[in-house]
């Protein structure tokens, strides 16, 4: 069997989509694959090397931080401070932005805004954990970039993707052109493409959400919840129920499967939960080039204004139809 093709083999392929790059995305994405490999060979025997459990910190959001949060921030900082292409880095652990300045990067045309290890509570359980990153261009033309380069809706990413710490460990990502899973092969220490132009299917039966909430969720949510757990032939209710509690395995579920994932609003989190610069966006963004639905229950995510680094915005995102159908029972019960 011919050996598939890897991800820098494809990187380099897909330059020519876009004619006025000079190879600076194609460098970037490279470097996020091999901190992602590094990450994953930390994941993989944290159980064995003390990088389980908290850190004995907290970060922005005041969660505390597990030992490999703060490990795989590290590593993401120095990839992609060495590899140059990259001014700043807006990371789920630093309440600031981090100026990546060395010489090289004062030039430089990109910013990354990162999750680098999403669902990090599940660390310690053995349960998939994931990356979240985001590529935005810079927007400033002359001195250093800033916050506001930062602060670009969801609409302006260039790429975005995810990397799950899985059964196997996948690379998923999207320039704007359909989207593409590689896996990683740990024989050769390669990712691999295995999952060209992925889609996720229009509908699906399973829901995903923390039901253990209910009593905190509102009426439109609720009442969702409901529809989903009547029995209807037609529609193959009621629908199953599946959450991890790593926003990233739900979501490559739902790419696979179909399905919705829902966090929305709680008495405990008015706001909503997840964040919406390293989270939301790029979850969208791929969402949507695999055909998917992502809004707050209303507004498409990647057209919500970005007022600030941490920013929350509850969140309703997988199958189109799925959506479309809580948006209907959202709108229902304002
Ligand atoms: P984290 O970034 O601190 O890991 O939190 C994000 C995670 C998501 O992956 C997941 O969907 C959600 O938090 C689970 O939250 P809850 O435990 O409230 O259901
Ligand atoms: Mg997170």
Known sequence: MAQAKTLGQFIIEKQADFPYAKGELSRLLRDIGIAAKIVNREVNKAGLMDMQGE?????IQGESQQKLDIYANEQFITALKSGGECCILASEENEE???LDTDVSLDAKYIVAIDPLDGSSNIDVNVSVGTIFSIYRRQST???ATLADVLQMGVNQVAAGYVIYGTSTMLVYTTGKGV????????????CLSHPNMKIPKTGIIYSINEGYYV????????????????DEATHRPYSSRYVGSMIADLHRSMIKGGIFIYPVTAATPGGKLRLVYECNPMSFVIEQAGGRATDGKNRIMELDVNSLH?????????EQMVLKAEEFMAEAV
Do not use: W
């Open 55 to 59: 850190a004995g910190s907290t970060n």
């Open 180 to 191: 593409n899973g590689f896996t990683l092969d740990p024989s050769i220490g390669e990712f």
């Open 216 to 231: 905190h969720f509102p009426q439109g949510v609720k009442s969702y919840i409901k529809y989903c757990q009547v029995e």
């Open 142 to 144: 002359s001195g250093r």
């Open 97 to 99: 932005i981090v100026m």
């Open 311 to 319: 920013q929350r915005t509850p969140i309703f995102i997988g199958s």
